[in-house]
DNA sequence: TTTGACATCTTAATCGTTTTAGTTTATAAT
DNA sequence: ATTATAAACTAAAACGATTAAGATGTCAAA
């Protein structure tokens, strides 16, 4: 008997395989699902029979039942609609990717970080739209984190190396790649170092901070008030906060960003006051971003593998919501110095 | 009567309301939707309780039974890993706040361009997952859109002016961005003008061609092979077809690019090279992302509200499939240059 | 012949909504 | 007193899957 796939507008369901081969409802599911109470002739005449029929199984009644979607959450924090930040591009392709290796699907949501942030996660995680959500960017006393925790919704958080450890957690280390670049620096004889960070309200932030700190110290210097400025995730903001940073009768002979974005506006800025980026002022970055090696010149910045945090914080969790069992609940990426002409011109002949 | 919010696990269903109102599932239900067979005290009162008692309807009954997800699919097509294309970026928070705004999920894929391509689109589509779905940068022969024409599956294309008009149109209008960008440069007096252009399978980069090779014949130019180079959207991509293009004898005055983060490569290589951008060489790009306006120099571009493309994608898209009218079914977008002093330095004195 | 074990299926309940087709009650019209 | 109409509800059947519990038949052992 050849059973046509049907194409008119109606859904093949369960009942039509079942009428088709003259079995009940019960056994076409647990024949394509692999139960082991049906006889390996029936089972393989079945799954014949439904591919031919093109049986596609109705995904809204099987989360129905089965209390689960599926589908991973991730929110999108849009600063302004250009604002374009290419961690978060890079971080969702690899959660996208992986996800779609995993067999879930991914649900991106918009906001503008604030109030009505956390609304938006209320209402996602309040709706059984997803099973689990991906936070980025974390900050210090993090209403999304609190939020989650309390309503025991699983989650994973991508960006920071040091919360209460009560999650799942996958991140570079901000503080080690400070560290690699004042080390650069204070070895190229900089000792005027400068400093333009992005919000210090993010975990990030903090530690790029203290790991900087850390090693100024350890070369027996500070981060002066004067060389000191804060932007955020933006070009604009770099060259803004570089045109205060060199406003000063001083100026330092390094600076150093937590963001190649920001670098870049810094590089303008500094370019723009009539300095040679590289050889009178030397600049570096944070992400690697593939921009940073077409910069003019090219931007010495500390690699971080932005896609895998994304693909890894996105196995970790599918892993967890599927019981498995996780080798590791907290995952940090070291990061590595890329030096380029940015830092690496002819300083101090 | 006082009805607490549950804190157990348990989810609060239209059963709890019924049985704690002491009416029937179905009056519970047909309050809450603004049914008018229900006395408007029952109504206001099963709403009160409902509130209280904290419930939110269950998404995946209320989609099995209404039979439509409110959900739209985006596939982000993904070239590397690294490669964000600010673009699709701000494309894809256009559509994802307008989502969010007509009360829609969006759910993104991800893919890389080719065989594989068409099979995602045909998963998504087969599964109810979505109900409509946005397809973003076109191409000649569309595999995509010809399968999405057969399954009669509601779809809109960002990216195009000119095909078999059958379906919802988003887009710039490339052409005459094109032609804005050739008039400028003849009026400053350019007659050498190369031309580095994205894939000519894409219709956008068609579209660019058609318009640019127009201005020129009316100006009487026409496009030198030798000043023709093709590259992906990457600077990369730009920075080496800028090198191949300034490999001849002769050099063009004006290199006109098809998209921005093309032209930041082709200033590198052009700046490598040895020559002024924008004075040696004058340099266009196409899109005005945040980058072009603080790069060095600043960048002469065609803007194009990549956000207002995805916004009313989103809008068109929804409007249709609510079944309600929509004003025009095809939306074009009237670019405008902007120039800056990549294409505006003392030329010809 | 009875009993148990096993393989292979079926019946029916369930998930939480929406919706169709009534039902009940009160009031108004005949 | 009967009938019609409207208001305010309810019962039950969907939607399409999964699954717990039970049914049936076959075969072997007691």
Redesign the pocket.
Known sequence: MLHQPRNDKE?????DIAEAV??????V??A??DY????????TYIKQVAFEMG????LM??R????TTDTLGFILPVLSPKNSDPYFSELLVGIANEATAQGFDLLVSTCVPGYEEVQAYLRLINSHRIDGIIVARSRRRDPRLDLLLEKQFPFVVIGTVDLQKGFLLVSDDAATGARLVVNHLVARGHRKIGLVNTPMDLTFSAEFFDGMKGAMLEANLEIDQNYWAECDFSQKGGYQAAQTLLSGSETPTAIVTADDVVALGVMAAVHDQGFQVGHDIAITGYGDILLAEHAQPPLTTVQRSTYNLGQQACRMLVTKLRGELLEQEHLVFKPSLVIRQSSDLDFWL
Do not use: F, H, M
């Open positions: 859904e093949v369901t369960l009942k003259g079995k009940s409802v019960a056994a599911s647990r394509l699902n082991d109470d049906i006889s390996p002739e029936t089972r049986y596609t199984p109705n009644a099987q129905l039942k089965k209390r």
